[in-house]
């Protein structure tokens, strides 16, 4: 059986906000408490779940129950890192549109050649006339929302590294499981 406080039985009712619901703790008799007595959670798409239900106190309990082995529970936490991950690159991009993202190559390639050597930037140059900015001006601009762009995603897949680096070293799944990559 795993108890839940009031707190955390709301917690785990807005994680699965707009899923279909997987876990809905019944109330504990004489009690403030929830609890459910068994789980069974192998698909991976319940990897949120797993990653809640093992940090609270009755954890050994759940883990007991939930039967992974430390090779499973290692790529479970791994995967749940390189969602983040995705998630955080994904919000790097996210207020430009797919068919714009496509052209970033060509105009980066455009504005290293026309800023280092002076050759026209055709592409940049239609953009520039349409936003009525100096191509220069744009090519700079280009050359640093680029320099930005990597640095961020360099922080972010450094931390995706960092991490899973640190759940491969872990030897128990009880660590594993316990592993907060997001603080």
């Not at 791994?78 to 690159?89: D, M, P, V, Y």
Request: include cysteine.
């Amino acid at each position: 059986m795993i108890i839940f406080t009031s707190e955390q039985r709301d917690q785990l009712l807005e994680l699965q906000e707009g899923r279909s619901l997987i876990i809905d703790p019944v109330p504990v008799a004489d009690s403030d408490n929830y609890a459910i007595n068994e789980i069974f959670l192998d698909d991976p798409e319940y990897g949120y779940l797993y990653d809640f239900l093992s940090k609270l106190p009755t954890a050994d309990v759940f883990l007991q129950r939930s039967g992974l082995t430390l090779e499973q529970a290692k790529a479970e936490k791994i995967r749940l890192i390189n969602a983040e991950c995705e998630k955080q690159l994904n919000a790097l991009v996210s207020d430009y549109p797919a068919s714009e993202r496509n052209t970033w190559e060509q105009k980066i390639r455009e504005a290293e050649n026309l800023i280092d050597h002076g050759v026209p930037a055709t592409y940049l140059s239609i953009e520039a006339t349409q936003r009525g900015v100096n191509v220069e001006t744009l090519a700079q601009k280009v050359l640093q929302k680029a320099d930005e762009y990597l640095s961020a995603a360099a922080t972010i897949t450094g931390n995706r590294g960092r991490h899973t680096d640190a759940v491969n070293s872990l030897s128990t799944v009880a660590d594993v499981l316990s592993y907060d990559f997001l603080s």
